[in-house]
């Protein structure tokens, strides 16, 4: 057979439906995400003004924030317990 008569299979699906789909599971997901208990309890991280450098401050920022905490004012930062 030439290229031009042959059919994908009827389950093929162009290589950019695959990110859509995944990308469309997560906004599903988001809509109704699974939730965990809650106990009521809240985490703080106080954090003093030094003289680090500005990457360490920086990684300390992204290291929070990765564990879901909030910055509620300047070296102050809240975070829900699990």
């Known amino acids: 057979m030439c290229r031009c ?18 990308r469309q599971r997560l906004q599903d ?15 703080l991280a106080i954090v003093t003004a030094g003289a680090e450098a500005a990457a360490e401050r920086t990684l300390l920022r992204e290291s929070l924030q990765a564990a879901k905490f909030g910055e509620l004012r300047e070296g102050v930062w809240v975070g829900r317990t699990t």
């Open 29 to 43: 997901n988001a809509l109704d995400p699974a939730l965990q208990p809650y106990d009521g309890e809240w985490r």
């Open 5 to 22: 008569c042959c059919r994908p299979p009827p389950d093929w699906r162009p290589p950019r439906w695959s990110r859509l789909l995944s």
